[in-house]
């Protein structure tokens, strides 16, 4: 009887609808509390996404989404289903299972110690104490251990973190192209910091206030074809863009008065994860499949637009005059040449996040080569604060003088997100990878950047990425684009190019 | 056994306090709808705030509710409960039978008509016709009617409705209070038109820029105690205050440049609003109580602060070399008395939102006779523009010249908000009641504000209105406070006096 199937097929995307909405006023709250909510509403605010959250919750792991996924999912119902409503189905069930199978009092256990530990975490940092943290970070390890036992995995322990936020993704893989890339880039770096031929940054260093900053931003963002009609843009201390529904995709950013650069390519970086959200089909308004597909695909599109647009020579080409008036005559005696170089300057250093394009990947191999240990039983966490400081040492060559600028740095693993890191490493190999199928289909790339004309660009990227939201898992979108596995080779002839130019290396 | 009304006490609290919440998370949408919101999302936000109203009403109105109600009002439970869940039970019950007597079909006719009825009244607005707008009245009228009968009601019909906005208020109080004013306030107007002492308002208006303006407006909110952790500030078209929680009250404001009026005056207004809802006690957290108790009291708060405070000559004895210092010397030429009696100027005209303090009450009350007439069946919607013209002829002594500036110049009809006006002319004398009973305890007032200082008089407030939120009702606050019935007799002297001096009248 297909029409009974029909029936609740409906009403199980009314059910999930009900989720995207209670979702949806979710995250316009958290976009509140990080642009300016009030300080005293915050706890009660709180309190107020703790129970849309645990409505949330209960919905996904009701009796009632158990029958959906049975009954849809069985062989005489399954062929009557929508591709939308069959692949909604699949990401309903993998949320079902993976909240199912931890007994819910560890689960409530597990929230606790993640809250107290980034607590403790931040006393940690601020005073450069390692072993503050330690007895924190040992028992997150092992919960998560524990969880990865009840989830089950494949090959390695350390596949079923990766999983959770690159579906698909296992340590073969990462070891395969991280392995390339170590090699290429740590001898890359090294030529590039004997290079004579220094960019000089200081012209970049002038005063230059907020709202000018903020003007120029908007223009740049009009530029790359972000709708602001479907978004906005706002302050904050942590940028981030938030796609709340596909026509209120908001970007925030971070003003330095004294350095512009923060906000600049924090807002394209932005920009680029923006896009990606305001181009998904609208079909899939109001399932989980309306956003990105993974995090590392996410990254690729925010990578994409912030280096492989918003650091080349051709993009400035088009913008450059415009950023000398907002300047107001602090850019004048700089030459194009001048910025080009000194907005791609290289230097290894400490600290990720401030990490340059090409030095950035290796500060991510090193925090994937200690969580892979730390889940194979290899590494242990009390010997961490050496490992890290001997792994800088050895890619980077610079060494942290306490662990407040070392091992301590990162929220990540206070908040458990074991797996998360290699994302962004993986991000800006699919970036390099897209880029070169998309020479194919525009070889004109360089002109089009140069002449402004973003909008060939993005209709690919929508057409090949954006559109299909969750409805592709990355490495099928990463196959059926390029044609081809994960290839680090790509991101290491995009880096030895620019860096050669940049630093005249022969 | 006390104990099991304890526990099911409990119980209740969580169960409201859940309706809280949801209802906090809806507020917030609204505030940032108004607030800049990106316009391609509002579709599917609206949606997200219906599933969450939904919510709301089904919490609202559901057999757990009923059981609630029944158990714990019950006569040998009531007495284990404490006052805040006994009031707070009351106004769940009265939310519930308001919600339980309309037939659910005729509720979801009347959502429809309503919002098909707003689109209609913007175009006959727009057009200045009424006959457009008509028929759509006549059903709204018809359908408050029924709804009427359903809830039932004491007296005049129309009692039902004041009750909606100002509960206990009747008819009989307001034929009393309203017949004074109207005879006192026609014949001042009059004395006030046919001055020759005129103020001249045209000092008033120069360019000022938006963040010239917003930074004096917060400078005045601090002044008047406006808790700025708890609170921000923002701009929106029409200018509201939010209670989002007690920690979270916002004020909206809109700029003109050409006349600060708008910002200073709303700003202030607004900021009457937001130091009741910030002032609450905090016992009536997470329960319906955390709110004003009712149209008019809180509008006795906003223009107490409007009127009583912020047009008053000690107060800008204080603020005038504020204003003059952010005016940037457009100001430099006037005198304190000139700029006095300017802000204080009064004009009938037609439009009740740009009305001044001494002629805005006539135009509430032509509102209410119309309102009264036809729920009684005295009038007919077919003759309102007739009725409306000549009332505005009899008591302001002015004729619109189309019904856009006439008959159909507010919104509230078409929201079916019948019982509503009111509210407006009440705040007014119950302000002027409480400045009466104020001044016993505050003898040095007009003192106070020369010298910036309103801490004691937000104190006296906060002690009388503001802390006790939905836990008295409004006749109740008056009568504890005054310590007599709705006196209309103190807006009267308030304003004889006041305009008495700016019009110079012998």
Not at 272 to 280: D, M, P, S, T
Not at 432 to 457: H, S, V
């Amino acid at each position: 009887m297909p029409e009974r199937w029909t029936e609740l097929e409906n009403e199980f995307r009314s059910y999930i609808k009900q989720i995207t909405a209670y979702n949806e006023a979710i995250a316009l709250i958290y976009w509140d509390m990080r642009t300016g909510a009030p300080k005293k509403g915050i706890n009660q605010r709180s309190e107020v996404i703790g129970m849309l959250s645990s409505l949330v919750y209960d919905l996904q792991t009701s009796e009632r989404m158990a029958a959906y996924i049975a009954e849809l999912l069985s062989p005489e119902a399954k062929s009557h289903l929508s591709p939308i409503t069959l692949h909604a189905l699949k990401e309903c069930k993998k949320e079902y299972e993976m909240n199912k199978k931890i007994p819910k009092d560890e689960y409530e256990e597990y929230v606790i110690l993640q809250s107290k530990s980034e607590h403790i975490w931040e006393e940690a940092k601020a005073k450069a104490d390692f072993f503050l943290f330690q007895p924190y970070l040992e028992k997150l390890v092992e919960t998560m251990k524990r969880f990865i036992n009840y989830w089950g995995y494949e090959g390695h322990p350390y596949n079923r973190l990766l999983d959770l936020y690159e579906p698909g993704m296992t340590v073969d893989v990462l070891d395969r192209v991280f392995g390339q890339l170590r090699k290429d880039l740590v001898k890359l770096v090294q030529q590039v910091q004997s290079s004579s031929a220094k960019p000089d940054p200081s012209i970049l260093f002038f005063p230059f206030p907020k709202n000018k900053q903020k003007s120029f931003s908007l223009e740049i963002l009009k530029g790359l074809g972000y709708d602001l009609e479907a978004g906005r843009l706002d302050e904050t201390v942590h940028p981030f863009a938030t796609g709340i529904n596909r026509g209120d995709v908001r970007i925030t950013t971070n003003y330095n008065e004294k350095d512009f650069r923060t906000a600049v390519f924090g807002t394209i970086h932005e920009c680029g994860h923006a896009l990606y959200e305001q181009n998904i089909s609208s079909d899939l308004d109001w399932t989980p499949l309306a956003s990105g597909t993974s995090m590392g695909i996410h990254e690729s599109q925010s990578l994409f637009f912030e280096n492989f647009v918003g650091r080349q020579y051709g993009f400035w080409k088009q913008n450059f005059a415009v950023l000398q008036r907002y300047a107001k005559g602090h850019l004048d005696h700089v030459s194009l040449d001048e910025f080009y170089r000194a907005i791609n300057e290289s230097k290894p250093s400490l600290i990720r996040i401030e990490a340059d394009e090409l030095t950035y990947p290796l500060h991510i191999m090193i925090r994937y080569e200690i969580e892979k240990g730390l889940f194979s039983g290899e590494i242990e966490v009390k010997d961490l604060p050496q490992i890290w400081n001997e792994k800088y040492q050895e890619y980077l060559g610079v060494v942290p003088s306490h662990d407040g600028e070392g091992v301590l740095q990162d929220v990540h693993w206070a908040g458990a997100s074991f797996g998360y890191f290699p994302s962004y490493a993986l991000g800006y190999m699919y970036a390099a990878q897209f880029k070169n199928t998309m020479l194919k289909d525009l070889p004109n790339f360089d002109e089009l950047l140069e002449t402004g004309n973003i909008l060939p660009i993005r209709e690919w990227l929508t057409e090949k990425i954006h559109k299909h939201g969750k409805m592709k898992k990355p490495l099928e979108i990463l196959q059926d684009v390029t044609n081809e596995e994960l290839n680090a080779q790509y991101l290491v002839d995009y880096l030895r190019r620019k860096f050669s130019g940049v630093y005249q290396l022969s």
